[in-house]
T-cell receptor, first 114, second 113 residues
Framework: DSGVTQTPKHLITATGQRVTLRCSPR?????VYWYQQSLDQGLQFLIQ???????AKGNILERFSAQQFPDLHSELNLSSLELGDSALYFC?????????????FGEGSWLTVV | AQTVTQSQPEMSVQEAETVTLSCTYD???????LFWYKQPPSRQMILVIR??????QNATENRFSVNFQKAAKSFSLKISDSQLGDAAMYFC??????????FGAGTRLTVKP
C-alpha cells in the first residue's frame, strides 16, 4: 500500500459526460501528479500541483482540469468525454526533493467511456 | 525537454537467469534522479530502485541493481536470479528539481519457467 488513495477505482460513463477523479496523497506529501495510461501505453504526464499551486503541465487536454485543495487532496475533472479518454488515470504524490523526488502511485482509476 | 528512451519493447528471460533492461535519457541538468518502476498485470506502479545522479555508486536493492553511466546518459536495470513474479512492464523514469517525472515507453519482461 503506497498510501495514495484514489476514488473511484472503476467508472463507466457515456460520451459527452463529465467525471471527477479524486486523490488523497500520502500523509505529508505536498506534491500531487496526475498521469494517464491508455491500454498498453506508457504513462502520459498530465499535471502536477505543489501545495495547492500548479507546478507543471504536460499533455493535458483543455477538456481536462485539475486542482489541489488546502487539505492537499486533488481532483481531476474530465469533461465532454470521448471514447479515446478511456484509460487508467493515476495519481501520485511526493514530498518533493526531500525524498529524492520519488513519487508514489495510487492504484489508479479505471475510466471506461462508452 | 527531458526525454527517456527504452529501446527494448519486449524482453524475455529464463527463470533463475539474469536480464538487463536498457534505458537512456537526455538532459542538460547536472542534478537529477533516475528510477525504475515495475507494473505487474494488476497495473499497480511499484518503485523498484532509485539512483541519485550525484552518487557514483550504483544503486542495489536485493536482486535488482543498476548500471548508471552518467556521461553516456545510460541507466540500465539488471535483474538477477529472475523469478516468475518479476514478469511485468518496467518503466524507466527521470526527474529533476525543476521538472516533473517523465517516463519511458516501457519494456515488457516475460519470465519463462
Amino acid at each position: 500500500d503506497s498510501g495514495v488513495t484514489q476514488t473511484p477505482k472503476h467508472l463507466i460513463t457515456a460520451t459527452g459526460q463529465r467525471v471527477t477523479l479524486r486523490c488523497s496523497p500520502r500523509s505529508g506529501d505536498l506534491s500531487v501528479y496526475w498521469y494517464q495510461q491508455s491500454l498498453d501505453q506508457g504513462l502520459q504526464f498530465l499535471i502536477q500541483y505543489y501545495n495547492g499551486e500548479e507546478r507543471a503541465k504536460g499533455n493535458i487536454l483543455e477538456r481536462f482540469s485539475a486542482q489541489q485543495f488546502p487539505d492537499l487532496h486533488s481532483e481531476l475533472n474530465l469533461s465532454s468525454l470521448e471514447l479515446g479518454d478511456s484509460a487508467l488515470y493515476f495519481c501520485a504524490s511526493s514530498v518533493s526533493t526531500l525524498d529524492g523526488n520519488t513519487i508514489y502511485f495510487g492504484e489508479g482509476s479505471w475510466l471506461t467511456v462508452v | 525537454a527531458q526525454t527517456v528512451t527504452q529501446s527494448q519493447p519486449e524482453m524475455s528471460v529464463q527463470e533463475a537467469e539474469t536480464v538487463t533492461l536498457s534505458c537512456t535519457y537526455d538532459t542538460s541538468e547536472s542534478d537529477y534522479y533516475l528510477f525504475w518502476y515495475k507494473q505487474p498485470p494488476s497495473r499497480q506502479m511499484i518503485l523498484v530502485i532509485r539512483q541519485e545522479a550525484y552518487k557514483q555508486q550504483n544503486a542495489t536493492e536485493n536482486r535488482f541493481s543498476v548500471n548508471f553511466q552518467k556521461a553516456a546518459k545510460s541507466f540500465s536495470l539488471k535483474i538477477s536470479d529472475s523469478q516468475l513474479g518479476d514478469a511485468a512492464m518496467y518503466f524507466c523514469a527521470y526527474s529533476s528539481n525543476n521538472n516533473d517525472m517523465r517516463f519511458g515507453a516501457g519494456t515488457r519482461l516475460t519470465v519463462k519457467p
